[in-house]
């Protein structure tokens, strides 16, 4: 189990609980907390950097099929980040 935490609102929760990837969570953070606003895209982005997740693309489109609204800038800015362009 990693010894790091991550800061959380319900929406990557909810999102990764809709896209059946809420296992990534433990495989990256030790501790999540729930405060305020952190973004689906970069738990992500972050699990694809770790070889957790193959790729960002389809678990952000499925993410936003179930209602996840991401802005299209943003959302290309996170598949740049990973390559996915």
Not at 60 to 68: K, M, N, R, V, Y
Request: proline residues 8%; without cysteine.
């Amino acid at each position: 189990m990693p010894d790091s935490s991550i800061v959380s609102d319900t929406s990557p929760l909810l999102y990764l609980g809709r896209i059946r990837q809420l296992e990534v969570l433990p495989q990256l953070f030790s501790r999540v907390y729930i405060p305020e606003q952190v973004a689906v895209a970069g738990l992500l982005i972050r699990a694809k950097k770790m070889g957790i997740l193959p790729a960002v693309k389809p678990y952000l489109e499925a993410a936003q099929s179930q209602g996840f609204y991401l802005h299209p800038d943003t959302y290309t800015q996170a598949l740049f980040l990973v390559g996915e362009r």
